[in-house]
């Protein structure tokens, strides 16, 4: 499975990227997702509660005295016991939802076969999550990975991978629009770096400091070895609703027969030629992809996380505004996905 990891991280690319013209184009998809996501995504999520007043909240808190008119219900029995006084529990009312968004740009992520680079689908999935949480007052943060420095290969030959988790951010959690899209802006703006980032680590970002009960949203390709983020995922699902957008291109799944297809390793900067015109090498790229999404797909379950698939070459607006009309009409029905 680390061996179809490694297969499956691979992109073409003919040359030496252009940084300022990756940057210059996660601007122009930022700009124009504006006006998308709103038309699109707007009405969904009307609200984070279940009335239009905030309740008393199910986060607990301080105790006090028991005054004539409480809810018995929110009786402290054990505090009641130690001092002989009733006491009631007091809870935090959820006036607002916290939000925090992890955002893999390690370099994997810049590629894309399709209609989008997977960094651009990054970013406009951070865009359309931000968009439907920052409202009444909910405050929105992120923590962002991308790889490490590595120096350029030589042609065939091996080069190891920087040790390190690579370059993590942190943006604090802050209420408002205005906020909310400089955030943006500074995920947009952050360089894809060479070499290979700790998705672990990067999740793990969330879990220190412990914080308030919200939502957490992982956005990544997950090619990392589910080894190194499965165990810091579940440790942040014990007080968060927790979402995981799972980025994929297709070429990642299957490859094309185009004879021979020189590919590099973005990670690692290793080089390599394959012979796609060898349909037993295509079933066994195919076989092996297909059993480490399913992996992922498994440590993801495991960790309690809701699932979403996005791909390059996908409308990925429709594919997320189906999921959240599915997660809404599973919650309406008292279910959980």
Not at 172 to 186: D, F, H, I, N, V
């Amino acid at each position: 499975m680390a061996r179809a990891a490694a297969v499956t991280s691979t992109t073409p690319r003919p040359g030496e990227p252009d940084r300022t013209a990756a940057s210059d184009r996660s601007g122009a998809v930022l700009s124009r997702l504006q006006l998308l996501v709103t038309r699109k995504l707007d009405g969904l999520l009307q609200g984070d509660y279940a009335g239009l007043l905030p309740g008393p909240g199910s986060e607990a808190g301080e105790s006090r005295e028991y005054r004539p008119g409480d809810d018995v219900r929110r009786m402290d029995w054990p505090v009641t016991a130690r001092t002989t006084t009733p006491h009631v529990r007091r809870t935090v009312a959820d006036r607002e939802l916290e939000t925090w968004l992890a955002v893999d740009l390690s370099a994997s992520l810049d590629f894309g076969t399709g209609r989008w680079l997977k960094r651009d689908v990054v970013i406009a999935a951070a865009a359309a999550i931000t968009h439907l949480t920052v409202r009444g007052g909910n405050r929105i943060g992120a923590v962002v990975g991308s790889g490490g420095d590595v120096p350029v290969p030589r042609r065939g030959r091996r080069q190891a991978p920087p040790a390190g988790p690579g370059r993590l951010v942190r943006l604090p959690a802050r209420s408002g629009r205005k906020e909310a899209q400089g955030m943006l802006r500074a995920i947009a703006g952050t360089e894809i770096r060479p070499g290979r980032g700790d998705l672990g680590a990067l999740i793990d970002m969330l879990n220190r400091p412990p914080r308030r009960r919200g939502v957490a949203v992982v956005i990544s390709d997950f090619l990392a070895p589910p080894a190194q983020w499965a165990r810091p995922l579940r440790k942040l699902r014990v007080r968060q609703d927790l979402l995981a957008i799972e980025v994929v291109d297709p070429r990642e799944l299957e490859l094309p027969d185009v004879g021979v297809l020189p590919v590099v390793d973005p990670e690692t900067g290793e080089l390599h030629e394959v012979q796609t015109a060898d349909p037993s090498l295509r079933h066994r790229y195919a076989a092996a992809a297909a059993a480490q999404r399913a992996e992922i797909s498994a440590a993801l379950r495991a960790a309690g996380a809701a699932h979403l698939r996005l791909r390059t070459d996908r409308d990925w607006l429709l594919d997320m505004v189906r999921f959240v009309a599915a997660q809404r009409h599973a919650r309406t029905r008292g279910t959980t996905r």
